[in-house]
């Protein structure tokens, strides 16, 4: 599926262009925004790279991976960056996650965010599964997908490796019959 465009009454999903390197660094550069993610903040050059990485990725057949732009609809400013990986292990499913700028932090973007890449992936794609990761102590994003439908499942010991030394993470996941849209 190409191109993918969605919105919600605030935000939009879109596919990534060029021109968004400097939005996802403002993202993927901050030591805040990254802090609960499982990498350390990129640089320029690893931004772009990941932007054209995805911008290559969403044309291809079959299509695996859905990196997309989180844009405010009243500005068209990019805000944040989602991202839905098809699961090779598992039949209809996938792996997603979402990272937004710090200064939109706290006003329900997050949880926005969250429905409109579950709707791409039941609506549009026809998972039947599809599951997140986050830090331990990141309650903001566990709210978030608890207030989405997503159910805690449990946790991956020492899964990720950040900041020299081993993280878990826990699992949250929604089935396609849980969805409501």
Excluded at 34 to 44: A, G, I, N, Q
Excluded at 81 to 107: E, I, N
Excluded at 113 to 126: K, N
């Amino acid at each position: 599926m190409h191109p993918v465009t969605r919105s919600s009454p605030r935000l939009g999903l879109r596919e990534l262009a060029v021109q968004d390197v400097d939005a996802v660094f403002a993202i993927y550069g901050s030591l805040e925004a990254t802090e609960h993610l499982s990498f350390e903040p990129r640089t320029r050059d690893q931004v772009a790279h990941i932007v054209a990485r995805s911008i290559t990725s969403a044309r291809e057949e079959p299509r695996n991976e859905y990196a997309l732009a989180v844009v405010e609809r009243e500005t068209n400013e990019v805000i944040g960056f989602g991202r839905m990986a098809l699961d090779p292990h598992q039949q209809r499913a996938a792996t997603f996650g979402f990272a937004l700028r710090p200064d939109a932090w706290g006003v329900g973007y997050g949880l926005e965010t969250v429905r409109l890449l579950l709707a791409l992936g039941f609506e549009d794609l026809g998972l039947h599964r599809i599951w997140g990761a986050r830090s331990p102590i990141n309650e903001a994003s566990a709210k978030t997908m608890a207030a989405a439908g997503m159910v805690e499942e449990g946790t991956i010991r020492e899964h990720i490796f950040k900041d020299g030394r081993w993280r878990d993470s826990v699992v949250h996941a929604i089935l396609d019959h849980e969805w409501s849209g």
